[in-house]
């Protein structure tokens, strides 16, 4: 079965950083792709950045390019998302998720789900 575990969150000052861990395990092939969403109070879940097992190829919603960075260290089954110059408007429970096949940004088309940690950017 495939398990996810998010963590990292915690409270920061807008323009520091933080980073974000995702332990994956159950997966039998390189074909999924693992996504990070976040979810703020009143907002629909958004997706942020996701990373594809083949291939490394990443995605980044325009919100957040050239701030966070995704990548993944195989050997440890693990996916950062490592984010810097943090904004207020990035406060929310961030969420990592995976999905077989391609990338894709809607939240809904993933299949396994980590619990959420709480990110959040005081001005």
């Known amino acids: 079965e495939v398990q996810l575990v998010a963590s990292g969150g915690g409270l920061v000052q807008a323009g520091g950083s933080l980073r974000l861990s995702c332990a994956a395990s159950?997966?039998?092939?390189?074909?999924?792709?693992i996504g990070w969403f976040r979810q703020a109070p009143g907002k629909e879940r958004e997706g942020v950045s996701c990373i594809s097992g083949s291939d490394s190829s990443t995605y980044y919603a325009d919100s957040v390019k050239g701030r966070f960075t995704i990548s993944s260290d195989n050997a440890k089954n693990t996916v950062y998302l490592q984010m810097n110059s943090l904004k207020p408007e990035d406060t929310a429970v961030y969420y990592c998720?995976?999905?077989?096949?391609?990338?894709?940004?809607?939240?809904?088309?993933?299949?396994?789900w980590g619990q959420g940690t709480q990110v959040t950017v005081s001005s």
């Open positions: 998720a995976t999905r077989r096949g391609i990338q894709a940004q809607n939240p809904k088309t993933y299949d396994y």
């Open positions: 159950g997966f039998i092939s390189d074909d999924y792709v």
